[in-house]
C-alpha cells in the first residue's frame, strides 16, 4: 500500500471518534482524509465499550449532542450506511425517594433537549421488570430511545464508509511526533512515514496526554479505569429487555440474547485506580466480581442462580468535570482536540464527529456552540456544571 504523505486533515486515532469525524469530513467535502490508527479500530477502549446510549447528563448542550445521536443510532443504515447492530431496547432509570429531585430534574433537563421520557408507575415497572426487586424505589422513568449498539461495527461502519468517499486509513501505524512551527501544525511523523498536513486532529482517547505533549501542551485526562460482569441466567427465568439503572445500588443491569446479563457498576470509577494505557488488565478485579455478587441480586434475584461468564476491564478518558474537551488548540493553529469521554463516548459519537467535521471546516458548529468544550475552562477553573448529576449517579 502506497503511504500517502500530504492530506489535507490528519486524524489521529480509529476509535470511535476518529472515524466518525474521518466519514463527516469526507461527507461535507474533505476527502483528503488521513487517519492513523497505532493497532487496528475499535483496539482500545471503544471496542471493549457497553457502548449503551446514557439519555441524561447534567449539561444542557450534551443533551442536545445525545439527542442528536440517538436519531442517528435509530436510523444508522440511512443516515450513515452498514450497521451499527443498535438494538432499541429503552432504558429505566429508577431512584428512591431521597433522589426524586435528582432524576425528576434530569428528566426535565433530557425532555427539553428533545429526548423522549414517560414516567412509569410502580405497576408498569414490575411489569417491564420482570424478576426485579422494586421495593424502595419510588420513581422510575423509561427513556424509549435508548439501547445500545455494536461499538465494533458502528467504528467499521464510519470507517467503510469514510474509505468510500476516499479517506486513507492506515491501521498498525503509530503516531511518533508532531511537526509545529511559526504557532502551526505542519506534519505528522509516523511508524510508516511522515505525513504533511495543515489540519491534526487528536482522537486518541486515553493516549491523547501524549499527542498533546508533541505539540507542547497539556491535556487534562486520566485514563481511569471502567469494568463490568457478565453472568447467564438458568434459561427458565424470566429476564427483561429495557437496561434498567437502579439508583439504590448504582448498577447497570443488561439482559441479552443468550440469557447474558451484563453489569456494570456507575460509580465505580469515581475511586478507581488511574492506569498506564499500555497495559492497563483486560479483565474485571476481584473486587468488582465480588461486589457484583453481592449487589446485583439485591436488585435481581435470579442471579443468585447464574453462572459467572466473565469480565472486562478497559480505560475512560476522564476530564477534570466530566465533559469532553472539542477545540482547536489557542496554542497550536490546526490542531485540534476531541476528547476526554469520560465514559460516554458511544453516547455521543455520531454527533461528535459531525460536530467536529463543521468545526474544523468551517470554524463553528450549529447544533450547540461547541466553544463550551474548550479546554480553557479548566485554566480559568471554570468547569461545566455537570458534577451535580455525575457525583450522585456516576457514569454510563
Ligand atoms: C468498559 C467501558 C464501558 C463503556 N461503556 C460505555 C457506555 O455504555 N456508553 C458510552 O457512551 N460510552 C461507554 N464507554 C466509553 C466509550 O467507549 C469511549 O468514550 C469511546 O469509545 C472513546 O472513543 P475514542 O475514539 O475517543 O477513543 P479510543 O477508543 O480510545 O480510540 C483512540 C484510538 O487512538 C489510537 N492511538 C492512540 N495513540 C496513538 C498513536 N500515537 N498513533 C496512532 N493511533 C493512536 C488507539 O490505539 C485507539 O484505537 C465505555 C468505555 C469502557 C472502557
Redesign the pocket.
Known amino acids: 500500500m502506497v503511504f500517502k504523505s500530504t492530506a489535507e486533515v490528519v486524524i489521529?486515532?480509529?476509535?470511535?471518534?476518529?472515524t466518525s469525524t474521518a466519514y463527516y469530513l469526507a461527507k461535507c467535502g474533505v476527502k483528503d482524509v488521513v487517519l492513523?490508527?497505532?493497532?487496528y479500530l475499535?483496539?482500545?477502549?471503544?471496542g471493549?465499550?457497553?457502548?449503551?446510549?446514557?439519555p441524561y447528563h447534567g449539561v444542557e448542550e450534551t443533551i442536545k449532542i445525545i439527542q442528536r445521536t440517538i436519531q442517528v443510532y435509530l436510523n444508522f443504515s440511512e443516515m450513515v450506511g452498514g450497521d451499527a447492530e443498535f438494538r432499541n431496547t429503552g432504558r429505566i432509570w429508577a431512584e428512591p425517594e431521597s433522589k426524586r429531585k435528582l432524576l425528576e430534574d434530569a428528566v426535565a433537563l433530557s425532555r427539553r433537549g428533545g429526548i423522549k421520557a414517560e414516567y412509569l408507575s410502580t405497576k408498569d415497572l414490575e411489569e417491564m421488570m420482570p424478576g426485579v426487586a422494586t421495593e424502595g424505589l419510588a420513581v422510575a422513568v423509561l427513556f424509549p430511545e435508548a439501547g445500545?449498539s455494536n461499538?465494533g461495527l458502528v467504528t467499521a461502519s464510519f470507517a467503510a464508509r469514510a474509505r468510500e468517499m476516499g479517506v486513507e486509513i492506515y491501521e498498525e501505524?503509530?503516531?511518533t511526533g508532531i511537526d509545529v512551527s511559526g504557532g502551526r501544525v505542519r506534519s505528522v511523523t509516523s511508524s510508516r512515514g511522515a505525513v504533511s498536513a495543515p489540519i491534526v486532529l487528536n482522537?486518541?482517547?486515553?493516549?491523547s496526554p501524549?499527542?498533546g505533549q508533541m505539540v507542547g501542551i497539556d491535556i487534562p485526562i486520566k485514563p481511569t479505569r471502567?469494568?463490568?460482569v457478565v453472568f447467564r441466567l438458568p434459561w427458565e427465568l424470566p429476564s427483561f429487555t429495557p437496561i434498567f439503572h437502579d439508583g439504590r445500588s448504582q448498577y447497570i443491569f443488561r439482559c441479552e440474547p443468550g440469557n447474558l446479563v451484563n453489569l456494570?457498576n456507575t460509580l465505580e470509577k469515581v475511586d478507581a485506580e488511574i492506569l498506564d494505557p499500555d497495559t492497563m488488565p483486560e479483565d474485571a478485579s476481584e473486587e468488582t466480581l465480588a461486589n457484583a455478587l453481592e449487589r446485583g441480586p439485591e436488585t435481581f434475584p435470579a442471579l443468585k442462580m447464574a453462572s459467572y461468564r466473565g469480565g472486562?476491564?478497559?480505560?475512560?478518558?476522564v476530564t477534570p468535570d466530566d465533559s469532553p474537551i472539542m477545540e482547536e488548540s489557542e496554542d497550536v493553529s490546526g490542531f485540534f482536540n476531541m476528547?476526554g469521554?469520560s465514559?460516554?463516548?458511544?453516547?455521543?459519537?455520531p454527533a461528535a464527529g459531525e460536530l467536529m467535521a463543521e468545526l474544523i471546516t468551517t470554524g463553528k458548529t450549529t447544533l450547540v456552540d461547541v466553544s463550551i468544550y474548550s479546554s480553557r475552562r479548566f485554566k480559568e477553573n471554570r468547569p461545566l456544571a455537570s458534577a451535580w448529576l455525575f457525583g450522585e449517579i456516576g457514569f454510563?
Do not use: F
Open positions: 489521529i486515532g480509529g476509535g470511535v471518534m476518529g492513523l490508527e497505532k493497532r475499535a483496539s482500545g477502549p471503544t471493549k465499550s457497553a457502548a449503551h446510549i446514557r445500545y461499538p501505524t503509530e503516531v482522537a486518541a482517547g486515553i493516549w501524549q499527542i471502567g469494568q463490568g456494570i472486562y476491564s478497559c480505560a475512560y478518558d476528547v469521554w465514559g460516554l463516548g458511544m453516547t455521543q459519537a454510563n
